[in-house]
Antibody, heavy 118, light 111 residues
Framework: EVQLVESGGGLVQPGGSLRLSCAAS????????MGWVRQAPGKGLEWVAD????????KYMDSVRGRFTISRDNSKNSVYLQMNSLREEDTAIYYC???????????WGQGTLVTVSS | QSALTQPPSASGSPGQSITITCTGT?????????VSWYQQHPGKAPKLIIS???KRPSGVPDRFFGSKSGSTASLTVSGLQAEDEADYYC???????????FGSGTKVTVL
């Protein structure tokens, strides 16, 4: 069974940092692009970042570029999102997703809540 | 990259059909066949119901039908059932230099 399990969310003050982790199982991670999609409370979905199968190419939404870093370790079946200089507007549920190319997501994690507040 | 435009809400009675539109531009929906649709029930993660404009993943009922004309994609749900009450989002590829772009979302109510 394919599973994506996020961890690392929580409450952080503005300007702080968090590192989200995504543990993948049930499939060969190195065969897929992976990404993070977020959803602010009561709002829609947004692509945050995406990373190529071997980690060679990374893409970011404009508002997080330079603050967030997506990475992966295929040997550990894991994907990460390092979030620095967090802002209140980054408050959202962050979903780890499997991207079957062209931003078609066929697997979603359960999500982890990040709250940025003083 | 601006969100694709969806109507905020749609509704229908059990057994009826509804269609949700997803309007983009010639740089996203109009340029590629990589449009997908997701269903999200309250408090749950989204679920893929349509990929590549009109392909249904295994297990998705054939009541869900996707199509595209120009820069507008559409999701039709026929034979509405109570369990179809959810939020629906479209998403489109927008070229190699961009992330995918989601629609603004449509809340479907089964009357």
């Amino acid at each position: 069974e394919v599973q994506l399990v996020e961890s690392g969310g929580g409450l952080v003050q503005p300007g702080g940092s968090l590192r989200l982790s995504c543990a993948a199982s049930g499939f060969t991670l190195r065969n897929y692009w992976m990404g993070w999609v977020r959803q602010a409370p009561g709002k829609g979905l947004e692509w945050v970042a995406d990373i190529m199968k071997d980690g060679g190419t990374k893409k970011y939404m404009d508002s997080v570029r330079g603050r967030f870093t997506i990475s992966r370790d295929n040997s550990k079946n894991s994907v990460y999102l390092q979030m620095n200089s967090l802002r209140e507007e980054d408050t959202a549920i962050y979903y780890c997703v499997r991207d079957t190319d062209y931003y078609i997501v066929d697997q979603w994690g359960q999500g982890t809540l990040v709250t940025v507040s003083s | 990259q601006s969100a694709l435009t969806q109507p905020p809400s749609a509704s229908g009675s059990p057994g009826q059909s509804i269609t949700i539109t997803c309007t983009g531009t010639s740089r996203d929906v109009g340029a590629y066949r990589y449009v997908s649709w997701y269903q999200q029930h309250p408090g749950k993660a989204p679920k893929l119901i349509i990929s590549e404009v009109s392909k249904r993943p295994s297990g998705v009922p054939d009541r869900f039908f996707g199509s595209k004309s120009g820069s507008t994609a559409s999701l039709t749900v026929s034979g509405l059932q109570a369990e179809d009450e959810a939020d629906y989002y479209c998403c489109s590829y927008a070229g190699d230099n961009n992330l995918g772009v989601f629609g603004s979302g449509t809340k479907v109510t089964v009357l």
